[in-house]
């Protein structure tokens, strides 16, 4: 049965992995993801991005976001939004239809992955995308995204 379709807020900078379908699936780590709503999450990809040929060639994809006390799976299917809304990247969005929650008792989720900016440029670049995926999730939920701690998922039954 799948559980209610609530994302969690996370971090700005956390590193989550897009899977798509195909064939086989692929994955990769996206490090510009924002919270857009409870059932909506926003990506961006370089427009040369396999996966972006991919989710256009079949939208099912899944989200994976790990960090602190946060441990979640969204599945849904993916869509284009924006066009170069950055020069180069196309923002994705991400209409959810599960969220598997793989918190559990017996552990806590303390971080998510570690990682840097090793090129100024690269970093200035990430920081400008996030902050445009931020603005765009604000103007499509017409409010601002549920403030953080809100929105946990319902735990499995």
């Known amino acids: 049965m799948p559980l209610d379709p609530v994302l969690p807020e996370w971090p700005a900078g ?17 490090s510009a993801a ?7 999450a926003l990506i961006a990809l ?7 040929q991919r ?12 960090a602190p006390d946060v441990a979640v799976t969204a599945h849904g299917q993916a869509r284009v939004v924006a ?8 923002a994705i969005e991400i209409e959810v239809d599960d969220v ?16 840097r900016w090793t090129d ?3 970093e200035r670049r990430d920081a400008e995308v996030r902050a445009a995926l ?5 103007s499509r939920a017409g409010a601002e995204p549920t403030p953080p701690g809100r929105g946990r998922p319902a735990p499995r039954a």
């Not at 598997?100 to 990682?115: K, L, M, N």
């Not at 931020?134 to 604000?138: G, W």
């Open 14 to 30: 956390t590193v989550t992995i897009l899977a798509t379908a195909g064939a086989a699936p692929h994955a990769i780590p996206v």
């Open 34 to 40: 924002v919270h857009a709503g409870p059932r909506h």
């Open 46 to 52: 370089a427009g040369g991005r396999r996966s972006l």
């Open 55 to 66: 989710l256009r060639a079949d939208p099912r994809v899944s989200l994976t976001i790990i």
């Open 83 to 90: 066009i170069e809304f950055v020069e180069g990247v196309v």
């Open 100 to 115: 598997q929650d793989h918190d559990r008792p017996t552990f806590a989720i303390e971080s998510g992955v570690r990682w």
């Open 120 to 122: 100024a440029e690269a």
């Open 134 to 138: 931020a603005r765009l999730a604000v």
